[in-house]
């Protein structure tokens, strides 16, 4: 099982953003994750990252702690164990919630963290926005990425439901460019079955969209 999950960890978590990530099993109080990103504005990039606690045979939890750049604590998150808590991270045996993208997502000047609460289905995934408030990371609105207009590249914040069918969404992101751009996996349920494709998005205040398709759905 740890076998797993930290392949399916690798995949969905890499980001161009991130200063190291430990795929191995992280142990207690292990940061397994690490991204660097000037919160503050001020040319000194802070660390975001993940330190696990309650460490088991087939889940793991991860704090979200934030230091600055001289190594002191500037701000550490809760330490919840409900999945459905907008601030929990971990890995379990039915889903991963880790931090996917870390930038300004609507281009407002703050810095916001998406990353995908856990699931085992293949209903659209519903990522949870967290917004920096210049002293904790607060929830902005959890929601699903469906693709609307159909067939306009234009992927928008909507309230998660349990339809899929007919339905292209944002499954997860895998990497992020200098330039803010993302690849995002692609699910695709319009027509029979569900595809799947890649494609580089950008955000904008709405959601994301589309710049080029890598592999469209098929």
């Not at 991963?96 to 289905?121: F, H, K, M, N, T």
């Not at 695709?188 to 759905?217: C, E, M, N, Q, Y």
Request: charge should be positive; charged fraction near 25%.
């Amino acid at each position: 099982m740890r076998r797993l999950l930290m392949s399916v960890l690798a995949l969905a978590l890499l980001s161009a953003g991130a200063l190291a990530q430990d795929f191995d099993w992280p142990t207690e109080g292990q940061a397994y994750q690490r991204f660097q990103v000037d919160l503050n504005r001020d040319g000194r990039p802070e660390t975001l990252s993940l330190v696990a606690y309650d460490v088991g045979e087939s889940s793991y939890l991860g704090q979200l702690v934030v230091t600055r750049s001289n190594g002191s604590v500037l701000w550490k998150g809760p330490r919840p164990t409900d999945p459905a808590d907008p601030l929990i991270f971990g890995a379990w045996d039915w889903g991963i919630a880790g931090l996917e993208v870390v930038g300004d997502l609507d281009r407002d000047g703050r810095i916001e963290i998406l990353g995908a609460l856990p699931q085992s289905d293949v209903r659209p995934a519903t990522f949870r926005v967290l917004r920096w408030n210049g002293k904790a990371f607060q929830k902005v609105f959890a929601r699903c990425l469906l693709e609307e207009p159909r067939n306009s590249g234009r992927y928008r914040w909507t309230v998660p439901s349990d339809r899929f069918q007919g339905f292209r969404w944002i499954g997860s992101f895998e990497s992020t460019a200098r330039d803010g751009s993302c690849v995002a996996r692609i699910y695709d349920t319009i027509g029979s079955g569900v595809r799947l494709g890649t494609a580089r998005v950008a955000p904008d205040p709405k959601g994301f969209h589309v710049v080029r398709w890598i592999d469209p759905p098929r």
